[in-house]
RNA sequence: CGGGGUGUAGCGCAGCCUGGUAGCGCAUCUGGUUUGGGACCAGAAGGUCGUGAGUUCGAAUCCCACCACCCCGACCA
C-alpha cells in the first residue's frame, strides 16, 4: 500500500470533544470520523484494523465449524411481535415504517432473523447441531452514546447462533464457543479475562463476558481464585463487632436542602462518622418495594438487593415520585424510623448504634437513632458493593480492575425456539425443540479496546495482528537511490507475506516518523543515503527498543519473524 | 428524560461582560531557502459567527425559541 494513495487523515491536534484516550487517538490517527451522535465514518486505516479483527474472528468461528450468513439490517415487525420484543425492548430499538407505513425496525440483534431462518430448514436431527455467524452492522439506539466507537449506536458486531438437539448438545457449543473466543482474544493480543455474568433475571441460564482490562472500562472487577469475577458477585462478609449500648437520645433535627451523606456531615456541627450516618434507598424488584438501608460511605449492589425476597429480581433504584408517593417524603430525607415499606439493612449496620439517617419527612434528620428501640430491628442482609480495601475470600485486600466488554456468549435454552416453534424430528422421541445459544463479539468496540490498553504518548500501539499495517518503508531524502531501494525493500517485504506501508507522501523526517507512530504502526524501516552507505535499512520497533541497522537483503525474512512472533 | 456546558475558517481557540471593519496558532495554496523527530522567509486563499425570530441606526456580542454536539446522572445485559 502507497501511503500516498490510502487516504491518511491524521490531525495534530484532537477535536475538543474526545475524553478518553482511544477517542481522542482514534480522531487523531484519522481511524474514524464523526458523523453524528455515535455514528462515525470508518476512515481507510481504521477500517483496516477492523477488517483484521473481523478476519480474525472469521478465521476461528469458520474453525469452530460456524458457517457465515448475513441477514438484513431491517427487520420485519412482526418478527419481534412473535418473540414479544417489539413491547419489551422500548427505545433502545430503532423503529421506522416503509412507505406502506409497515414497522421495520433496525437490528440491534438478529434471534428473531436466525430463528424464522433456521426453523424454515431445519427439520430433522440429522441437521443438528447447527451454528450460524454474521458480521454485520447493528443499531441501537443508545440513550447516550459516548465514548467514541466504545459506545456508539452503530456499530459492527459479530454475532452467532447455535442450535442443538437438547440441551447437553446446547452446552457443547457453548463450551466450544467458550474456546473459539479464548482463541480469537489470544490472537489479537489482549489482556482479557472470562467473567460470570449476572444470570439472576433469566434464572439457571449461563452466560459468561469476556472483557478487555482497561482503566476506562464501565465493568467493575476484583481478582479472583481463578481469574476476575464481576465486583457485583463479591460477597461481603459480616463485621464481627457487637453493638455498643445505645447512648444518646433520638432527636430530630432541621436540615435544609441537605440531600445526602457527605451535605448531612457538612452540615451538622459535630458529625457522626460515616459509619454511623444511615443512607436509606428505595429498591423494587418483581417482588416488590423495599428500603434498603447501608453505612453512608458504602455503594448498593443492586444484584444483591434483588436477591432479597422482599425486593426480588431486576432489582432497580425507585423513582423520587415513586418514593414520595409511598413514604411521603423524597430522596435525602428517608430513613428507617416510621418507614411504611419493609426495611432491610445491610450487615455493616448490625453493630451500629447512635446513628443518623433521614426522618422521612422533607429537610428533617434524627440524629442518635437505635435499632430496635426507636424503630423495629430491620432484616439484615448482604446489600452492599465490594470495595478496594475490602478482605477477599483469601484474606488479601481486594484488588479490583476495570474491563471493557468486548464479547458474550449466552446458553439461551428454549426462549426463542418455543417462542418461534423451531422444532426437529427427533431420531426417537418425535417433535423436539431446538436448544439454542448466542454469541456476540463487539468488533468495533475492540478497536477502541485495544488502543485504551496500548497506547503512549506518541499514539496508538497496537500488536501487529490488529495494527492497520505490520510495518512500514519510510524513505528519507529526495535522492533517486534512495526511493529506489525504499521501493525494493517495500516489495521485498511484500513478497515475504509483511502487510506493509510505502511511505511515499515524501514528507520531512519529523513528521513522517510522529505520523507513523501516531497511527500505530509496529515496525518502521527507514531507507536513507545513511543507511544505504551500510547497505542496510534502519528498524525501529514501535515500542520497547532502539533503532538498529538491518541489512538490506536480511530485512524481509528478520520482519517476517518479528511479525509472526507477536 | 433531568442537570451542566459548548457551537466563531479544516483543527485548536480568542472576541461576547461593556453592540460599531471578525481575529490568533496550526493546517491549506503560491514562490523561495531548507530536508533524520511536526523547518524558515515572503505572499495568498478560506467565515450565512449553529438556525430562526426579535430589540436596535447598527447584533458574533443583548432578548426569545429551536437545533446539534459534549460531560454528569438516571436507563440498559
Redesign the pocket.
Same mark, same amino acid.
Given at each position: 500500500m502507497l501511503a500516498s494513495r490510502i487516504f491518511i487523515n491524521?490531525?495534530?491536534?484532537?477535536?475538543?470533544?474526545? %475524553? =478518553?484516550a482511544s477517542?481522542r487517538l482514534m480522531?487523531?490517527a484519522g481511524y474514524i470520523e464523526?458523523l453524528?451522535?455515535?455514528?462515525f465514518n470508518w476512515q481507510p486505516l481504521g477500517l483496516r484494523v477492523v477488517q483484521k479483527i473481523a478476519g480474525i474472528v472469521r478465521e476461528e468461528m469458520n474453525a469452530a465449524g460456524a458457517a457465515e450468513v448475513l441477514m438484513p439490517a431491517v427487520q420485519p415487525a412482526e418478527l419481534w411481535h412473535a418473540s414479544g420484543r417489539w413491547q419489551v425492548y422500548?427505545?433502545?430499538l430503532l423503529r421506522l415504517q416503509d412507505r406502506h407505513e409497515r414497522d421495520y425496525c433496525v437490528g440491534p440483534t438478529h434471534e428473531e432473523v436466525v430463528v424464522d431462518l433456521v426453523r424454515r430448514h431445519v427439520k430433522s436431527w440429522r441437521q443438528l447441531p447447527l451454528n450460524l455467524y454474521q458480521i454485520q452492522t447493528k443499531f441501537?439506539d %443508545? =440513550?447516550?452514546?459516548?465514548?467514541?466507537v466504545m459506545r456508539a449506536r452503530e456499530f459492527i458486531m459479530k454475532d452467532a447462533y447455535s442450535f442443538d438437539r437438547d440441551a447437553a448438545g446446547a452446552l457443547a457449543s457453548y463450551q466450544a464457543m467458550r474456546e473459539a473466543y479464548s482463541r480469537i482474544f489470544d490472537r489479537i493480543g489482549l489482556e482479557y479475562c472470562i467473567v460470570a455474568?449476572?444470570?439472576g433475571?433469566?434464572g439457571g441460564s449461563q452466560?459468561e463476558?469476556f472483557l478487555v482490562l482497561a482503566a476506562s472500562g464501565?465493568?467493575l472487577l476484583a481478582r479472583a481464585a481463578a481469574g476476575y469475577v464481576?465486583l457485583d458477585q463479591v460477597p461481603c462478609a459480616a463485621p464481627d463487632a457487637k453493638r455498643p449500648a445505645a447512648g444518646e437520645e433520638m432527636k430530630k433535627v432541621d436540615t435544609p436542602g441537605v440531600a445526602s451523606i457527605e451535605e448531612l456531615r457538612g452540615f451538622l456541627q459535630q458529625p457522626p462518622p460515616p459509619e454511623r450516618c444511615v443512607k436509606t434507598m428505595v429498591a423494587v424488584g418483581e417482588k416488590g418495594m423495599a428500603a434498603v438501608l447501608l453505612a453512608g460511605a458504602d455503594q448498593l449492589n443492586?444484584a444483591k438487593a434483588g436477591q432479597h425476597p422482599a425486593i426480588g429480581a431486576?432489582a432497580?433504584?425507585?423513582?423520587e415520585a415513586e418514593v414520595r408517593e409511598a413514604v411521603g417524603a423524597g430522596f435525602g430525607s428517608l430513613g428507617p424510623v416510621g418507614m411504611p415499606l419493609p426495611v432491610v439493612a445491610d450487615l455493616r449496620l448490625q453493630p451500629c448504634a447512635d446513628f443518623a439517617c433521614g426522618a422521612n419527612e422533607d429537610g428533617k434528620h434524627l440524629l442518635g437513632v437505635n435499632f430496635g428501640r426507636d424503630c423495629p430491628e430491620p432484616d439484615y442482609a448482604d446489600l452492599r458493593l465490594a470495595a478496594e480495601g475490602d478482605a477477599g475470600a483469601d484474606g488479601k485486600p481486594l484488588e479490583l480492575r476495570r474491563g471493557i466488554?468486548v464479547g458474550?456468549i449466552?446458553y439461551l435454552g428454549t426462549k426463542y425456539s418455543d417462542a418461534f416453534k423451531a422444532v426437529y424430528e427427533s431420531e426417537d422421541s418425535g417433535a423436539q425443540t431446538m436448544e439454542m445459544g448466542c454469541y456476540g463479539i463487539g468488533v468495533t468496540r475492540i478497536v477502541a479496546a485495544a488502543i485504551e490498553q496500548g497506547h503512549d504518548e506518541?499514539?496508538v500501539v497496537l500488536p501487529a495482528a490488529i495494527a492497520p499495517f505490520e510495518a512500514a518503508v519510510l524513505p528519507?531524502?529526495?535522492e533517486e537511490e534512495v526511493a529506489k531501494a525504499a521501493r525494493a525493500l517495500y516489495e521485498a517485504l511484500r513478497a515475504a507475506g509483511v502487510d506493509v506501508l510505502l511511505d511515499d507522501r515524501?514528507?520531512?523526517?519529523?513528521?513522517?516518523?510522529?505520523?507513523?507512530?501516531?497511527v500505530g504502526v509496529p515496525h518502521?524501516l527507514?531507507?536513507?543515503?545513511?543507511?544505504?552507505a551500510e547497505n542496510a535499512t534502519?528498524y525501529?520497533p514501535r515500542t520497547g527498543g532502539e533503532?538498529r541497522l538491518l541489512p538490506l537483503a536480511d530485512a524481509p525474512a528478520e520482519i517476517a519473524k518479528l511479525v509472526a512472533a507477536a
Open positions: 491524521t490531525l495534530r491536534e484532537a477535536p475538543a470533544e474526545a %475524553e =478518553i477517542h480522531l487523531r464523526p453524528a451522535a455515535g455514528i422500548g427505545k433502545e441501537r %443508545e =440513550i447516550r452514546p459516548r465514548y467514541g455474568a449476572d444470570s433475571a433469566i452466560s463476558e464501565e465493568a464481576n443492586l431486576g432497580r433504584l425507585a423513582e466488554e458474550h449466552f506518541h499514539g528519507l531524502g529526495h515524501g514528507l520531512r523526517a519529523g513528521r513522517a516518523f510522529s505520523d507513523l507512530d501516531l518502521r527507514v531507507v536513507s543515503k545513511r543507511s544505504l534502519e525501529k533503532a
